[in-house]
């Protein structure tokens, strides 16, 4: 998705065109392997760092194209939303210091962003999804203005035909309808690239397979989306929902998303996989492509293959194999797009450390990984991964299952340390990287089980916002700190931030675990709901969400003075209840609703959208807010 001069194809004719190119840059790639063109014999390892830049208040700003202004680095680049920004590390050898020469560069490349975006009065954040993101962050409005990412989008939501929506289970439970891609910019990962040769391409691809539930379940630190606690990783979950084209019938009938782990072992080829991807998913980009690369091959020039790499830029495997060109040299790289972004540089490094130990380890001790385990237990790993992290149980050779954390400490690090030095890294870097993430995994602290500890810990101090936001000033105050995730102390529900921020907007403290009644129940229920919980209104809604009214205990008062309740008396809800209450939506600002509870004289207000009951914010609840925010002003004017 590099490639800039893109667009959604206009009509069947381009859309043809490019099908042509497509099919014969595979065949042209074919012919490169088949006369040695591909670079072997040289194994690279790259990155790509990618980074949330959020406010004063630990909310996503919207400054990306800004910071980029003022980095003015090639390095860096913007990503789909504008809280977002990528930063391209260096290619390094694999050999000798090549992994604290890349966390050198990472530090180098964080400061510098940080600085960027300390002038655009924005901070950066390393996680894989930021706890503070809520749905207003995901408009269009909040889109990089790219033409290829507004083709993107269009092309994903006419494919479907209809909104996304999904249920991701965990501790909470979230169920999300939205109407655009922009939720594949909640995610932020580390993407490490693996050059490698073609005759190994496939043998390492399906280590790489192999390799990364456990590389996963080590490395997890994305617990919270949309303010609800659900996978260790929900990365994985969300962003296979956020770029889904598959209409409802294509669901039905099975066809794969287009963001997947794959369901088989590959044989021969990395062609297998672009010949796959090209037969299962549509063409939803084109661009501008070479006249004939199969000449270009026959006469010994290295073709870009530009419909191949746009074509598999839009096809999201946890693994993805990629063909590039440098100095006119083609080669072959498996870039491994799981581990999220932070909770440190040091950490992004030890994971990259693993993982391509692991490569070197299993490749020199084991032939062929398709004999030792199914297809299916691999996949089954990476699922429990994101799930569970480092309490999911792995399956493994022999038909044998253990903890993750058994797994990784008793195998698969030592197996590691074989492959780095079989590539003969630096002993202080082999000891200093997997050292940190065998800290980490002994500890059973990586930056998921940090967040959800953390908000366990604060208990219910505060608003589900404030403590959200005191999570995320806690992980930025100690990632910029340096010290690996097992060394953090649990964050600590912060007193001394700036409350304003909390009290913005009624969604940040609305009331959203409702009890309500239907129009057709008695008030006898009504009544003894309010008892029950505590409340003085029961918002009345239909089978299908929406709000039909509102019981106040007013009214139930009103009922017991004209003696219309007890005996035989069965009143029904619909008879006492207001009509088309006053309401007001989540976007709305607490200013706005505590003038509309003035001017309406309402002690109670149902919040509304789209027709459908989402909160309810109370006389009592104002009150909470506005003792809150006095205190925070008396105490600053003292």
Known sequence: MGEQNIEEYADETSRQAFMKSLLDEVRALDAMLDKGMVESGVSRIGAEQEMFLIDQGQKPALTALEVLKQLDDERFTHELGLFNIEANLSVQEFNTNCLSRMEAEAQIVYAKARKAAHQCDSEIALVGILPTLSKENLGLDSMVPTPRYFALNDAIMALRGDDLQFTIDGIDKLTVQHDNLMLEACNTSFQVHFQVSPNDFSRLYNIAQLITGPLLAAAVNSPILLGKRLWHETRISVFEYSVDARS??????????????????????????????????????????????????????APKLKALCLHNGTVYRWNRACYGVHNGIPHLRIENRVIPAGPTIIDEIANTAFFVGMMAGMADKYDDVRELIPFDDVKANFMAAARDGIRAQMNWFGDTHMPARELILDELLPLAEHGLRKYNLDEKDIELYLGVLRERVSTRRNGARWALESLNEMGGRGTDDQRLRCL???????????????????????????????????????????????????????????????????????????????????????????????????????????????????????????????????????????????????????????????????????
Not at 266 to 289: G, H, N, P, Q, Y
Not at 485 to 509: G, H, M, P, T
Not at 566 to 575: A, D, H, S, Y
């Open 248 to 301: 409802t019938t294509h669901q039905t009938r099975g066809q794969k998303p287009r963001v997947h782990f794959g369901d088989h072992w590959v044989d021969e080829s990395v062609t297998e996989i672009f010949k796959e991807d090209i037969a299962r998913f549509r063409v939803i980009l084109t661009t501008e492509t070479e006249d004939d690369p199969l000449a270009m091959v026959a006469q010994g020039i």
């Open 472 to 638: 995320v000033r806690s992980m930025v105050d100690q990632q910029s700190n340096g010290q690996p995730i097992s060394k953090w102390v649990l964050a600590d529900f912060c007193e001394q931030q700036n409350w304003r921020e909390s009290y913005r907007k009624v969604s940040q403290f609305m009331a959203t675990d409702l009890f309500t009644v239907r129009p057709d129940d008695i008030v006898d229920f009504a009544a003894t709901l309010m008892d029950w919980r505590h409340v003085r209104h029961v918002p009345v809604e239909g089978d299908d969400g929406e709000l039909v009214g509102l019981v106040s205990h007013r009214s139930l008062l009103k009922l017991v003075a004209e003696g219309r309740v007890g005996g035989e008396n069965k009143v029904t809800v619909k008879e006492i209840m207001t009509i088309d209450p006053v309401t007001l939506n989540s976007d709305a600002t607490t200013v706005e609703a505590i003038r509309l509870m003035r001017e309406t004289k309402a002690a109670c207000l149902p919040v509304v959208d789209d027709g459908k009951l989402t909160g309810l914010i109370t006389e009592h609840d104002l009150l909470v807010v506005s003792s809150h925010l006095l205190e925070r002003y008396l105490e600053e004017d003292s």
